[in-house]
Nanobody, 130 residues
Framework: QVELAESGGGSVQAGGSLRLSCVASENTSRKFCLGWFRQAPGKEREGVAF????????DYADSVKGRFTISRDNAKNTLDLQMNDLNPEDTAMYYC???????????????????????YGQGTQVTVSS
């Protein structure tokens, strides 16, 4: 069981930036599918970004491309999400997730698309005001 804990959420004005961080209970440096998801009130959870740690494959939801950057800090064993140029539509609870069994970047992408990663954190709230 991989335990995950997010931090870094908060309230910002439109155009502002936040950096989310997620620490894992075990080393996720090899062959882990790691992702960030978000869920706004009344909406389904959606995948925002993912990274497959074996080869560094990343991808983003169209709504955040060019504004968000996912990365992994090997020294701290954290998964980070740098969010720039935030807008009110980014308001949501953000969750990090992990899957040690994906095996390849394209499998990671497919599992993120359907929200099929097995381990999730408790979430951190991001609120963007206009």
């Amino acid at each position: 069981q991989v335990e995950l804990a997010e931090s870094g959420g908060g309230s910002v004005q439109a155009g502002g930036s936040l950096r989310l961080s997620c620490v894992a209970s075990e080393n996720t440096s090899r062959k882990f599918c790691l992702g960030w998801f978000r869920q706004a009130p009344g909406k389904e959870r959606e995948g925002v970004a993912f990274i497959y740690t074996e080869d560094g494959t990343t991808d983003y939801a169209d709504s955040v491309k060019g504004r968000f950057t996912i990365s992994r800090d090997n020294a701290k064993n954290t998964l980070d999400l740098q969010m720039n140029d935030l807008n009110p539509e980014d308001t949501a609870m953000y969750y990090c997730a992990a899957d040690p069994t994906a095996g390849a970047g394209h499998i990671c992408r497919a599992r993120v698309a359907i929200g099929a990663l097995p381990h999730y954190g408790q979430g951190t709230q991001v609120t963007v005001s206009s």
